[in-house]
């Protein structure tokens, strides 16, 4: 990312984008997430500080990593030509390390020397255990006791890095739990401890942050698309959990009016389709909710959409109409996730196939003058088990 390039995020003052976003916490969790501000907007464009976050990019992450274009799943389609967008090569093999990392380096700017995160399913705490070893941050994950006893491996895999993993063990034992015991941890020692938040979610500055981090996605498409095909794509498609990966992949078209921008979300966690305005988790979003606007549970395959609420500039970029949002059904997923194994020799993660289902669907609809890129987030690996069980149990 270099200085010229930086992100224009517009939001406002109090991290509004439209209605949705701020922050809406209780006053001394506000006075530490004002100090996170200060220091986000006056280092996001201090040379020095990007030059350090390109460093990590470039030698640990190992980007930029390719623009991939997908021949045999475009020929076999029929229509648009279809590039990924290879996330999956990360070092841990997803986006999440890049907006851990920056994050990082901001908590060492600002003087911590310990950092905090809270993990459902595990794959933020990984990359979080992971960059702070590197980095040498203590690490502490909040992990919710029934979601521990799920993730044996991944529990395993982060204290295998040298994090402390913290069991919650009240309330339903779950995420929100865990949410609740970081935020009480971050106010004991705002002075020494950062508290890391791996998606486009949370309070004001939480989203723009992430946006800042993630945006070196579309940065990289960008520049890629247009070394390739001399043009823009017509449309960029990506997976929307919190909406990390989604928001970095269409940063930079957002302002190219003739860029479509597709969101696709699972029928099980249809916040987009679905949701109604809220305030959830500290800030404003479409949720789902129930009649008493309690958030509803959710049940998608891809533990990383399994959210009931979405990022404050998805709210918006829905609402404005300037970006679509579509479901897909778990069979649709299970069929792109093999489909895309088959036919170019890279399994997607289970979050990514959901891109790959809407990719499937509309690229024999369009001409082969069009260009599709498809933001595979991460690799799929981790979801091979899952898959294996889920298919026989079909047969
Ligand atoms: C966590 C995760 C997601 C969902 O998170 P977003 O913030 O919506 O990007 C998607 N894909 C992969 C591979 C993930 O690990």
Redesign the pocket.
């Known amino acids: 990312m270099s200085k010229a390039e930086t992100s224009k995020v517009e939001v406002s003052e109090k991290g509004f984008f439209g209605e949705f976003g701020g922050s809406f916490v209780p006053p001394q969790l506000e006075a530490v997430l004002n100090r996170l501000a200060e220091a986000f907007e006056s280092y996001k464009d201090d040379p020095e500080f990007v030059e350090e976050f390109d460093f990590y990019m470039k030698e640990y992450v190992g980007r930029e990593n390719p623009l991939t274009y997908a021949e045999r799943l475009t020929k076999k389609l029929g229509g648009a030509k279809i590039y990924l967008k290879r ?2 090569l990360n070092h841990t ?4 390390i890049n907006n851990v990392i920056g994050q990082i380096l901001l908590a060492k700017r600002m003087g911590a020397h310990r950092v905090i995160a809270e993990t459902g ?1 595990g ?2 705490g990984v990359a979080t255990a992971t960059a702070c070893a590197m980095l040498n941050m203590e690490c502490v994950i909040y992990m919710g006791a029934e979601d521990i006893r799920r993730q044996e491996l991944n529990v395993f895999r982060m204290e295998l890095l040298g994090a402390k993993v913290i069991a919650v063990h009240h309330g339903q034992g779950r995420l929100k739990d865990a949410v609740d015991e970081a935020l009480n941890d971050l106010v004991a020692n705002y002075e020494n401890t950062f508290y890391l938040l ?4 949370g309070p004001h500055p939480y989203p723009s942050m ?1 946006h800042y981090f ?1 945006s070196i996605i579309s940065k990289e498409s960008k520049r890629q698309i247009l070394e390739k095909e001399g043009r823009l794509p017509t449309v960029v498609v ?9 928001i ?1 992949a269409f940063s930079e078209y957002i302002q190219e009016e003739n860029v479509r921008i597709v969101g696709v979300e699972p029928k099980e966690a249809a916040t987009m389709t679905e949701g109604t305005p809220a305030v959830i988790h500290g800030f404003k979003c479409l949720c789902l909710q129930d009649e008493e606007g309690n958030p509803l549970p959710t049940h998608s395959i ?4 399994d ?1 009931p609420g979405i ?1 404050p500039e998805h709210s918006q970029l829905k609402v404005s109409g300037r970006a679509e949002y579509y479901t897909v059904t778990k069979e649709e997923v299970l069929e792109a996730f093999q489909e895309l194994s088959r036919t170019e020799g890279i399994i997607p ?1 289970l ?2 196939s959901h891109a790959v289902a809407y990719t499937i669907k509309e690229a024999p609809q369009m001409s082969e003058d069009d260009i599709i890129i498809v933001n595979i ?3 799929g690996d981790k979801d091979v088990n899952e898959v294996k069980r889920l298919l026989e149990a079909k047969e």
């Open positions: 996330e999956d093999g997803a986006h999440k399913a794959q933020h791996g998606s486009a979610v992430v993630q990506a997976c929307v959990g919190g909406g990390s990966n989604a970095g891809a533990a990383g959409l959210y990022g993660a979050e990514s987030s991460g690799r």
